[in-house]
């Protein structure tokens, strides 16, 4: 069966019969939940079942559960997990706790997650953080040392996959040190290349860990003056391929960020041919039905078939998500918690 090379989303808690035509139809090759979708863990079991069945396969079903304020499972249905800042301040007084609590954390939201049936998550954000950073990044980033930032992220990338859920790092060659936020503005980073290949030094240190990885809507004037991340073909080979050595399915961020501009449709076609693997959609910014499902058509339209490398990287991500490992929850809350105490935990 041929998919197309997008994820796309739904508009609410429930599986509409125009959206069942076109997942049905369309094939994208994943689906990604947004909070709209997500009311309690019945119903979204039940959606994402619905979902599967529409697409006629197991596909991969996305969501952003970060923990902090970047979660689509909202508390207190679901556990409220601390931002990645909060390990990451953890780390500078203890080091082994921090990443032990990391882990944990991330292993017991991945529980959560593959128990809805949702097997990949957009996280963790491997960004460096900087002083002057945008907050849309601040404290979901894991710190401000490389090695804190390489240290955590393997932990957490650890304790997803060990419960079933691939992870997606993100944002691809580095967002840190943007001022501005990309779902309403382009930023432009004029820091000189030595420092931005420190940044991405921490993506090189991952890329042969993970299977996926988000780009970012960010123009880097040291590598390509003028066009974006997502959609510029120097900055995905020279950059993401050459110098961070990542050969792994690599997806836009947001399509529907206003960093881009222009017609989705057009900017779907200028990032496939920039080399993104796949375009991700989720319509974010608008609530009625009838306008999600025109979006998701105008992506499902310009992404074109999955095929060739694309299609083989798409493949060796469906196929890193491995059957949960034996784990005692109980007993994990209960070290978690006792990491964790006297910073943020869980509701």
Do not use: N
């Amino acid at each position: 069966m041929s998919v197309s090379a997008c994820i796309t989303s739904v508009s609410g808690p429930v599986l509409l019969a125009e959206e069942r035509a076109f997942l049905r139809e369309a094939q994208p090759w994943g689906v990604i939940l947004m909070g709209r979708s997500c009311v309690d863990k019945a119903q979204v079991r039940a959606l994402t079942a619905e979902i599967k069945d529409a697409l006629g396969r197991e596909a991969l079903i996305f969501i952003d559960q970060e923990g902090g304020r970047v979660a689509r499972l909202k508390a207190p249905e679901w556990p409220k997990f601390p931002a990645a800042g909060v390990y990451g301040e953890l780390y500078e007084k203890a080091p082994e706790a921090a990443e032990e609590a990391c882990y944990l954390g991330h292993r017991l939201m991945g529980q959560e997650l593959a128990e809805l049936g949702i097997h990949a998550d957009c996280a963790p954000c491997c960004d460096l953080r900087q002083s002057d950073t945008h907050d849309a990044i601040g404290d979901r980033a894991f710190g401000y040392s490389a090695e804190a930032v390489i240290t955590l992220t393997e932990a957490a990338l650890k304790g997803l996959s060990e419960a079933g859920v691939a992870g997606v790092v993100k944002h691809m060659p580095g967002q840190g040190r943007a001022t501005m936020d990309t779902h309403y503005e382009l930023p432009s980073v004029g820091a000189d290349a030595d420092a931005l290949l420190h940044d991405m030094s921490i993506f090189k240190a991952l890329s042969d860990q993970v299977p996926m990885g988000m780009t970012c809507h960010v123009i880097f004037e040291a590598f390509d003056p003028h066009l974006p991340t997502t959609i510029s073909p120097t900055v995905i080979s020279e950059t993401i391929r050459k110098r961070i050595g990542f050969d792994g399915l690599l997806m836009t961020d947001d399509l529907g960020m206003d960093a881009l501009g222009g017609a989705l449709a057009d900017r779907g076609r200028k990032a496939l041919t920039a080399g993104c693997d796949v375009l991700l959609h989720c319509s974010g910014f608008l609530k009625e039905p009838g306008a999600i499902l025109r979006e998701m058509e105008e992506v499902a339209g310009a992404a074109g078939t999955l095929a060739g490398k694309a299609l083989s990287r798409a493949e060796a991500a469906e196929q890193a998500v491995k059957a949960p490992t034996d784990f005692d929850s109980e007993q994990a809350w209960t070290r978690f918690d006792a990491l964790m105490s006297g910073a943020e935990a869980r509701v």
